[in-house]
């Protein structure tokens, strides 16, 4: 527990996260890396996914830190930041209760789209972040901009959980690859 | 500055190490860990450059942007320096942690580039009084591992040389006034000579002796240290001492000679790597943060 020991829960794990952007990353110079109301909201939200997924009951008393800085951004930060914090939790030992996998989803021309780059993003069409449990097909964060329709929503959500079952097929993949490796280089 | 806790006899077993001229991990007093440069790894700035140097792991953007040129140099554009410290570093950068050591690294680099022959700023100038290019140099601090000054001058050196920055006309209609035309191929821009641009080298006095790049438990031992800003011809620039111990002036000579024999060879290597990643050109194979 660093800082204020008054923030200890006494039954649960303390999440602490923090979102930082480089001032080089996005097109435009950035001129605060953290502490403003954007990187305040991503932190908050990044907390709110990883508390539903860490065991934090195991850890009373506790803290968990999950720093995340983002080198360059082209769309899709938050859901980058979700995907890279579940695998460095994992290779951190934290047990948690799935991985979580997030990914965007747009609107654009009747189609949804999935993964909206930086250029779509700015295009101000609606978007939707989903971060998701894949085994259990839970919703941790579910997050949208802009208008949509009632009626388009249920696709765009539909593109999104797609999304996010193949990032969970690719970082499971790169787990278990990692796993092998470490288990024949100590010989077992 | 992320600091290593230790016991007394890890300190005496270090100090006695380099009485001897032999250090923890194998190296010489005046050796280097391994140092890895590579350049242009964030595409969207206008250079880019990562160096590793043992732990410390430090990435440099640099954005040219248009500006107005600063009043006391209407002819001249300008450097901003910004260094950011990650809390990827040490949770204690998390928030407003990093700031101090933040502060101290830009007054530095401020220090060092103030000496009008480091950069061509003539260069930099569009319209005199009006349009400059101005290069926000920002520094993101991954991991300390000891000696942050040394690479991060390395990776402002090797950044600057890796920036492109667009090449533009000025066109001057009848009634005078001007429009900035930008050229039309994105690979036609101007560089930057770099030649003059210093590193720092760090000497940290161990027991009697001094070493260069010290690691995060030689520092924990070094009483007081000597940051020295040299030139690829062994002219020291800028000099300050750092640390709460006492240097007398006979060690300080000593570690000035040191310093400009180091920092002549890693301004040798430096450029080495720089213009053999220049020659592969489009060739190079990237590899950035997956490697």
């Known amino acids: 527990m660093r800082g204020s020991r008054s923030k200890a829960l006494h039954d649960r794990a303390l999440v602490n996260c923090q979102y930082s952007m480089a001032t080089f990353s996005t097109g435009e110079r950035k001129r605060r890396p953290h502490g403003d109301r954007k990187s305040s909201e991503m932190t908050l939200h990044l907390k709110q996914t990883f508390e539903a997924a860490i065991l934090t009951q195991l850890y009373p008393r506790s803290q968990i830190d999950i720093y995340v800085q983002i080198l360059q951004a082209d769309g899709g930060n938050y859901c980058a930041c979700v995907n890279a914090a579940t695998l460095a939790t994992i290779d951190a030992g934290i047990p948690m209760r799935d991985y979580v996998c997030a990914s965007s989803a747009g609107f654009i021309e009747d189609t949804p789209l999935a993964d909206l780059n930086y250029v779509e993003e700015a295009a101000g069409g609606p978007q939707v972040a989903l971060a998701l449990l894949p085994k259990s097909d839970q919703i941790a964060l579910l997050e949208m901009n802009s208008r949509l329709h009632e009626d388009h929503l249920e696709q765009v959500i539909e593109a999104a959980s797609k999304a996010c079952k193949d990032v969970y097929a690719v970082l499971d993949q790169v787990v278990r690859d990692h796993v092998h490796e470490v288990t024949t280089l100590l010989g077992e | 500055m992320a600091s290593v806790v230790l016991s007394e006899a890890e300190k005496v077993y270090i100090v006695h190490g380099i009485q001897e001229d032999l250090r923890v991990d194998g190296r010489g007093c005046e050796d280097y860990r391994c140092i890895e440069v590579e350049t242009d790894v964030v595409s969207n700035t206008s250079g880019s450059a990562r160096v590793k140097l043992g732990h410390t792991d430090i990435l440099v953007g640099v954005k040219a942007e248009m500006g107005t040129p600063k009043l006391e140099n209407p002819n001249e554009g300008y450097l901003e320096f910004f260094v950011d410290c990650s809390a990827n570093a040490t949770p204690e950068f998390e928030g407003r942690g990093g700031e101090e050591l933040a502060t101290e690294i830009v007054n530095t680099l401020y220090r060092i580039f103030s ?173 950035g943060f997956l490697g």
């Open chain 2, 115 to 287: 000496n009008e022959s480091t950069i061509d700023v003539k260069s930099l100038c569009i319209n005199p009084r009006e349009h400059c290019w101005v290069l926000y140099v920002d520094v993101l601090l991954l991991e300390c591992g000891g000696n942050l000054f040394d690479a991060i001058s390395i990776a402002v050196k090797a950044a600057l040389f890796n920036t492109r920055i667009p090449k533009v006309r000025v066109l001057e209609d009848e009634e005078g006034s001007k429009e900035i035309e930008l050229s039309d191929d994105p690979f036609d821009c101007i560089r930057l000579n770099v030649d003059n641009v210093p590193c720092i080298i760090t000497l940290s006095k161990i027991g009697c002796r001094h070493v260069v790049d010290a690691t995060l438990q030689e520092e924990a031992c070094s009483l007081a240290s000597l940051l020295l800003s040299v030139t690829s011809r062994g002219t020291l620039t800028c000099m300050k001492k750092l640390g709460n111990g006492s240097l007398d002036p006979e060690s300080i000579f000593e570690m000035m000679e040191t310093g400009k024999r180091v920092g002549k060879t890693l301004h040798t290597s430096l450029q080495k790597i720089l213009d053999k990643e220049e020659s592969l050109g489009t060739t190079r194979q990237k590899v």
